[in-house]
């Protein structure tokens, strides 16, 4: 939604919200399914099942036509290409990528319009705040979005989820106006099935209503950032409850060890974590064997390579890089993520011939707790950050229950009513009584691990994760 539209929303009573979500829902239901959606995800619901060898003829053929499309419409691949003498023939295979540069994030967000081939109005709009918390714009095009939409319900069919189940979302959106204090810290998505639960409202007063309200629903499916699923699951383990469910569906940070085992125990199901970013050039999810996360090669090729940009041998860890095999709105071709992993030699025993990957190691990041009992997962926190390009990598430490320091890397462009404007959706979403104060810095450096922490947290709390390595 417009920060027009939000604000309308937020101050509308509970009853037309919902409708407000349905119509928002209705609108982009137009970009994500119809044919061209089904015919797709009857294709790719037979490609898994290739042997590899097909699927990488078929990635051949996409990339081939992705490449010269991207030649032919932008100087800016032109001139990469020219750099290191390299024909848009040349790359005839996903093995050919190699010849070409990696593309960075600061690359990106320094091309920014020139990497688009149509004018914005006739693309969607996107945001990513980053492993470090930089902010980035993105497009896409219709395709682009059905393709994310197929390559998402696959994941979900894979954990036993049918079209006309209905499935708990504890994400990032404010459904539910901060300032609300009773029941229901829920809204209903009629169209796609979908309870969307406040992931602001999540104290220990509160969570008893949204297990009831789980449990009068029957639902059997959640979905959710693992922190804000860990929550839950938490409390439930607190008070020796459970809450059985047939799967549930984490992805957008790691999911720990201790999380997995904890979200097990308390939903007495699977968990199917899976993997996609804002730049869409990678997805990959568990199937029903766990071993590892699976491709969708269908969805674009996926490199790992290490710092100079070259392609590492399965198993050895590295970068995780992508070339988009559908988005001809903003074409990424060998963008290299923050993300580490390594490729998987054998094929899965479920019989797939989709690639594998092992745990993608992402950002390490702790649970915010809220003066007033509430518990805040780190990725919603993302959400004041994205529409400010102008910052350059951030960090938040919590010193105290009502205490917040948030360092800034900023260029220039970076202004005072950025920064207030930053700072009043950091409140809204945290309340009133959080003290946060901003230091501007010239760089925020990793965890002597080689991690990077976006939200530290320096208070005990039931929620607390025991971070590996």
């Known amino acids: 939604m417009s920060g027009l539209a939000q604000r309308v929303y937020e101050h509308a009573p509970s009853w037309l919200q919902t409708v407000f979500l349905n119509a928002y829902a209705a609108r982009i239901h137009a970009e994500r399914y119809g044919s061209v959606f089904n015919a797709l995800e009857s294709e790719w619901e037979r490609s898994q099942w290739w042997e590899p060898g097909r699927l990488r003829d078929w990635q051949a053929q996409r990339l081939q036509l992705m490449v010269r499309f991207a030649y032919d419409q932008l100087p800016f691949y032109r001139r990469r290409f020219d750099a290191c003498g390299v024909r848009p023939e040349q790359i005839v295979g996903p093995e050919d990528l190699r010849r070409l540069p990696v593309l960075t994030k600061a690359e990106l967000r320094a091309a920014g319009p020139a990497l688009l081939t149509r004018e914005p109005s006739a693309l969607i709009h996107g945001h990513t705040s980053g492993t470090t918390g930089s902010p980035l714009s993105l497009w896409y095009d219709r395709a682009m979005c059905i393709a994310n939409n197929v390559a998402d319900w696959r994941q979900k069919r894979w954990g036993g989820m049918g079209r006309r189940d209905w499935c708990g979302m504890l994400l990032g959106r404010v459904v539910v106006p901060i300032a609300t204090r009773r029941p229901p810290f829920w809204r209903a998505n009629y169209l796609h099935r979908q309870l969307w639960f406040s992931s602001f409202h999540m104290s220990e007063s509160n969570l008893g209503a949204y297990v009831r309200e789980m449990r009068r629903r029957r639902l059997q499916f959640l979905e959710g950032y693992p922190s804000t699923l860990y929550i839950l699951a938490s409390y439930l383990q607190r008070r020796g409850e459970r809450l059985p469910l047939r799967a549930v569906f984490s992805s957008s940070e790691t999911l720990h060890a201790v999380q997995r085992e904890a979200l097990t125990a308390a939903f007495e199901c699977p968990i199917f974590d899976f993997y996609g970013l804002a730049e869409r050039v990678v997805f990959a999810g568990e199937c029903e064997a766990h071993e590892g996360k699976h491709l969708f090669d269908e969805y674009g090729i996926a490199e790992v390579v290490d710092d100079a940009g070259e392609p590492v041998p399965p198993g050895q860890r590295g970068w995780l890089t992508g070339t988009t095999l559908w988005n001809r709105g903003m074409p990424l071709l060998r963008y290299r993520t923050s993300d580490m992993t390594a490729l998987l030699p054998e094929r899965c025993r479920c019989g797939r011939g989709l690639g594998r ?113």
């Open 357 to 469: 990957l092992t745990p993608v190691t992402t950002k390490a990041e702790d649970i915010v707790a809220t003066p007033d009992g509430r518990y805040i997962s780190p990725s919603v926190l993302t959400h004041p950050f994205k529409p400010f390009p102008q910052l350059l990598k951030s960090q938040l430490i919590q010193e105290s229950r009502d205490h917040l320091h948030l360092k800034l890397v900023a260029s220039d462009a970076f202004t005072a009513a950025h920064r207030d404007a930053l700072l009043a959706g950091l409140r809204q979403r945290l309340g009133e009584g959080m003290r946060i104060d901003v230091e501007l810095v010239e760089d925020i450096p990793a965890e002597p691990s080689g991690k990077f922490r976006w939200v530290i947290s320096q208070v005990e709390h039931g929620c607390s994760v025991p971070w590996e390595g």
